[in-house]
């Protein structure tokens, strides 16, 4: 995109940006319901690898910094060191927390805060998200983690969303083995907290980074047409679902959705 940037001029650069966040959504999309068509079908496998909570969380916390930032929000998070590494499955932890982290960012206002928090309960891995944001109804609760389930329905919504973030996350949970659920008060905040079954870890040697094959005018390296594919689907992930439409279709947001 940044050659892009000096060969075009604004409208065409423009209507190429929104191409591309149109595109990384709708990929965003297609991996969710794939996701969920897996489950649905048990085929969805759980790996057990060993993870660095810390490092985990860090990082997590690093790819939403920029949107926290963009919106005036403080990212705070806070992990109990002696965790340590523990057996999960990395990707689906990933999905779990990132479409909590976006989902708190996207509906908490500026000057607003959002706390990722890891610790050891007795036997178990507990990881809370909270926010300050506008809340949860209380009617409307009881709804947020079902399929395509939305609190506002309208076509005047700011974020446009399908109902299928908090659906995956209670079922990439209850896959592997634990629960999660909501406490909200409309008007000052909502808590998610995941609760998965704690199983201590050995820590893992970080293996070297492959050296770059550069091309001839030493601009590229090459990959494999399963890591081009493996980088896009993670990019599709860490893409903010709450950036805002274009000027022209935005509404007033009448009141918060149920799931990404």
Same mark, same amino acid.
């Given at each position: 995109?940044?050659?892009?940037?000096?060969?075009?001029?604004?409208?065409?650069?423009?209507?190429?940006?929104?191409?591309?966040? /149109?595109?990384?959504?709708?990929?965003?999309?297609?991996?969710?319901?794939?996701?969920?068509?897996?489950?649905?079908?048990?085929?969805?496998?759980? %790996?057990?690898?060993?993870?660095?909570?810390?490092?985990?969380? %860090?990082?997590?916390?690093?790819?939403?910094?920029?949107?926290?930032?963009?919106?005036?929000?403080?990212?705070?998070?806070?992990?109990?060191?002696?965790?340590?590494?523990?057996?999960?499955?990395?990707?689906?932890?990933?999905?779990?927390?990132?479409?909590?982290?976006?989902?708190?960012? %996207?509906?908490?206002?500026?000057?607003?805060?959002?706390?990722?928090?890891? @610790? %050891?309960?007795? /036997?178990?891995?507990?990881?809370?998200?909270?926010?300050?944001?506008?809340?949860?109804?209380?009617? /409307?609760?009881?709804?947020?983690?079902?399929?395509?389930?939305?609190?506002?329905?309208? =076509?005047?919504?700011?974020?446009?969303?399908?109902?299928?973030?908090?659906?995956?996350?209670?079922?990439?949970?209850?896959?592997?083995?634990? =629960?999660? $659920?909501?406490?909200?008060?409309?008007?000052?905040?909502?808590?998610?907290?995941?609760?998965?079954?704690?199983?201590?870890? @050995?820590?893992?040697?970080?293996?070297?980074?492959?050296?770059?094959?550069?091309?001839?005018?030493?601009?590229?390296?090459?990959?494999?047409?399963?890591?081009?594919?493996? $980088?896009?689907?993670?990019?599709?992930?860490?893409?903010?679902?709450?950036?805002?439409?274009?000027?022209?279709?935005?509404?007033?947001?009448?009141?918060?959705?149920?799931?990404?």
């Amino acid at each position: 995109m940044q050659k892009f940037n000096r060969t075009f001029d604004a409208d065409t650069r423009e209507v190429l940006t929104t191409m591309h966040s /149109n595109g990384m959504r709708l990929l965003k999309l297609i991996n969710d319901l794939l996701d969920l068509v897996r489950l649905e079908s048990g085929r969805l496998e759980v %790996k057990h690898e060993s993870l660095s909570v810390v490092d985990f969380v %860090k990082g997590l916390a690093s790819a939403a910094r920029q949107v926290a930032d963009d919106k005036r929000l403080r990212l705070e998070t806070i992990v109990d060191p002696d965790l340590g590494n523990v057996i999960a499955d990395r990707d689906k932890l990933e999905k779990i927390l990132l479409n909590l982290v976006f989902n708190a960012l %996207k509906f908490t206002p500026a000057g607003g805060r959002v706390e990722v928090r890891a @610790e %050891k309960k007795e /036997n178990t891995l507990v990881i809370t998200v909270a926010d300050t944001g506008m809340g949860i109804s209380a009617k /409307n609760l009881p709804f947020v983690f079902d399929r395509f389930w939305q609190a506002d329905g309208s =076509t005047k919504r700011k974020y446009q969303g399908v109902g299928i973030g908090l659906a995956l996350v209670k079922e990439l949970t209850e896959v592997q083995g634990g =629960t999660v $659920n909501v406490e909200s008060t409309e008007g000052k905040g909502t808590t998610f907290t995941v609760r998965l079954p704690y199983q201590k870890a @050995e820590p893992v040697a970080k293996s070297e980074p492959k050296p770059d094959e550069e091309t001839a005018d030493g601009e590229t390296r090459t990959v494999s047409s399963e890591e081009w594919l493996a $980088n896009l689907y993670r990019r599709a992930e860490l893409f903010p679902a709450m950036t805002p439409l274009p000027a022209p279709l935005k509404a007033v947001a009448t009141g918060r959705t149920g799931s990404l």
